[in-house]
């Protein structure tokens, strides 16, 4: 009988709930920070909880955001909704001695009409039923962007904004029509990608991921493969030229269909662009006329460039294998004569540049049939972290042979490699033994 006492006596103490003044619910930060989220567009779900730290239940009269529905901020509380058209309120919340609730905070903001990103604060109050009012601020800075949906291409167009362009499903660019864009960055929508069967010019732009939030506390998502589609050049595509453009974040970067050789016409010229960060292939190109000059192809699930016959032309450019997300990832440089059964005559042409990364070999040439002259590669004044090719000096002219056993080798030519939180810079250390090559 005593023991069914201190069990009923136990439950009682539980159960019991104080209106004294002097306590006080606890949260892990005074301020719930949503990073930037562009308006209209709803935001991730963020969530904190709140401690009841003290001996004895505490009951909530009320817990409300200080600006009721005018902020775009959505919470629910323990599973209840704070009903925007109460208010954006609910009332009679408990927490029990030694116990937390969880808040979940979501957020879809109006537009605001600056053109930069513009902060946008509410506070969700928790009063007590003591009166005391404890309060969590929410941050969030809100960028205004357009939408774009599937949008086509079908005459020759300029795009140059300021404001963020963000876009839905494919866009198209038809066969005969030129696309522009310059000083602009295209954020990806999830799905979304770029179709070029005309021609595309870019110059100063950035294309990448919409996504502006968090994976976790220290990884931007922007920091993420897989996050967009990337660039698909068909066929009947020729002339597009890429100036100080940034393709980052992608499934794949560009792939380069397959076409009928045309020596009057470059199927793709970049200068000073950076290709970085892709779930596949940085740039895959099949026999196709390209030039590539002062880029930037790093960090791949796939190769960082791939080459299927054609003719390449490369001059001062950084292909830098680091990519962090699998151990299976492609090579800094493929080339070969073929594309699955089809014999493709290739020419390459490389100066200048690096060809580094993880492995031991990251340049990997693959010829099919004997007719070497359908094979025909030169590297000079590079670079490359592959064996030592000995008895063919006229393909490889003044080479710095990179091996695992050297001092400075790998990650260690570059100012930063930081795989823990995956931010890289690829200009050259001070100490490298490249001075003089690579795309910086």
């Known amino acids: ?157 300029l795009i140059e904004s300021t404001v963020p362009l963000v876009i839905y499903g494919d866009m198209l660019v038809e066969e005969g029509a030129t696309l522009t864009i310059r000083n602009t960055t295209l954020f990806f929508h999830d799905g979304a990608g770029l179709d070029v069967r005309g021609t595309l010019r870019t110059e100063d732009c950035v294309m990448r991921g919409d996504r502006l939030d968090d994976m976790f506390d220290y990884l931007p998502y922007d920091r993420v493969s897989g996050q967009w589609n990337g660039i698909r050049i068909r066929e009947s595509s020729q002339d597009n030229v890429l100036l100080r453009t940034e393709i980052r974040n992608p499934r794949y970067g560009i792939v380069c269909d397959s076409a009928a050789i045309d020596m009057d016409h470059y199927k793709i010229e970049m200068e000073q662009c950076v290709i970085h960060n892709c779930e596949g292939a940085g740039l895959t190109t099949v026999n196709a006329i390209v030039r590539l000059d002062h880029c930037q192809l790093t960090n791949t699930g796939g190769d960082c ?86 008895d063919e000096t006229e393909r490889f002219v003044d080479i710095i042979w990179e091996t695992p056993k050297d001092s400075i080798e790998g990650k260690k030519h570059f100012v930063t490699i930081d795989e823990d939180n995956l931010i890289y810079d690829f200009h050259l250390d001070s100490l490298s033994t490249a001075k003089g090559l690579g795309c910086y």
Not at 79 to 94: K, W
């Open 305 to 390: 460039f791939a080459i299927y016959g054609g003719v390449a032309e490369i001059s001062h450019c950084t292909f830098a294998q680091f990519y962090p997300f699998s151990a299976e990832r492609g090579v800094a440089f493929r080339f070969t004569n073929y594309y699955g059964d089809a014999d493709i005559p290739l020419y390459v042409n490389c100066t200048g540049s690096i060809l580094t990364g993880y492995a031991e070999d990251v340049v990997m040439g693959d010829m099919h049939g004997e007719d070497e002259g359908t094979f025909d590669y030169a590297f000079k004044e590079c670079l490359m972290r592959t064996p030592e090719v000995a």
């Open 1 to 157: 009988m005593l023991t069914i006492a201190w069990c009923l006596v136990a439950c009682q103490d539980d159960d019991t709930f104080s209106t004294s003044t002097g306590l006080r619910i606890t949260f892990p930060q005074d301020t719930l920070k949503l990073d930037t989220v562009f308006s209209r567009t709803p935001s991730s779900t963020y969530t904190f909880w709140v401690y009841n730290q003290n001996d004895t239940g505490i009951r909530m009269e009320r817990i409300r955001l200080r600006r009721g529905n005018q902020t775009g901020y959505r919470v629910n509380v323990d599973g209840i909704y704070l009903d925007n058209a109460n208010g954006s309120q609910t009332s009679d919340v408990e927490i029990r001695r030694n116990d937390s609730i969880l808040v979940f905070v979501e957020l879809t903001p109006s537009e605001t009409g600056q053109p930069e990103p513009v902060l946008l604060e509410d506070d969700l109050l928790f009063t007590l039923e003591s009166g005391v009012e404890q309060k969590v601020c929410l941050q969030a800075w809100v960028w205004d962007a357009q939408r774009i949906y599937s949008p086509v291409i079908s005459k020759d167009s």
